[in-house]
């Protein structure tokens, strides 16, 4: 075996691992190994929140300054000990009928995805049976994404509009930073069929858009955008997948998408925590769980029946 590659145990698994010095992201001379190193210590708190979900991985095996490509039907170079599961294509996959993903459960699992320099991990909002079916959606997502001449504080402001009314509907909303410019509210729910939370997602954002305008959009199109914050319902497409809680984004500085409390999202709308406070790196993270615990505590909460707008 060269130099470059390398076989190491990881929680009673042995795995092929290679070019651990290479460098990711150059920008905080952030390597492989690192990468490794980070989801193998974040595992505790983001196995629960892809446990069941078919993964979507972004790969850079270049590093972030390189090409990327998205990976569903990664299960054929999986190990043996990674579960596999067989999944109808979604409408944006073509030339197949169905897809061959990898269900990441164990510390290893993420190690050997780290390997890949499978450096953000993606999940959709439902989540498979023991048989490998599909399952109604489990969870609802509201991604708040920035136009230009907003950031972090406008989508605060938008987060915490969302998560009063999720609450007055009965769910119990958590909310997290993207990683990379804007955040997610999301909560568990029990929803009648797969379409529901797209519907009830795409109220909502029509809701606050026809309240405030000037400050919120609810359609994509880039020219109906600057200065607001975009809604994005459709992430609740079961074809869509959302970054994971603790997943890292291939950004320059290595961050990561972070859970925070509603506390910190109060604090960046009032001006009292600066929004430059919601950019986590790595150690960070490590730091706020070992302090915190895991502040997106949805793998294991009630699912309130989602309403039927």
Known sequence: MSPAKQRVEIAGRQLGVSNLEKVLFPEVGFTKAQVIDYYVRIAPVLLPHVAGRPVTFTRWPDGVEGQAFYEKNSARHAPEWVRRVTIPSPGSSRGRETLDMVVLEHVADLAWAANLAALEV??????????????????????????????????????????????????????????????????????????????????????????????????????????????DWSQNNTAKTTVAPYSLRARAGATVSTPIGWDEVDAVRDGSLDPAALRFTTDEVLARVEEYGDLFDVAGARRAPLPDL
């Open 122 to 231: 993606h999940v959709p909002q439902w989540q498979v049976d023991d048989d490998g079916e599909p399952q109604l959606p489990d969870l609802l997502v509201l991604d708040l994404d920035p136009g230009p001449d907003t950031g972090i504080l406008e989508c605060c402001h938008v987060a915490e509009r969302l998560g009063a009314r999720l609450e007055a509907d009965g769910l119990d909303p958590v909310v997290k930073t993207s990683g990379s410019k804007g955040m997610q509210v999301y909560a568990p729910v029990e929803a009648a069929d797969r379409d529901h939370p797209s519907r009830y997602a795409k109220t909502l954002a029509q809701e606050l858009s026809a309240e405030t305008p000037d400050d919120v959009v609810w359609r994509m199109e880039k020219a109906l955008r600057p200065g607001k914050v975009l809604i």
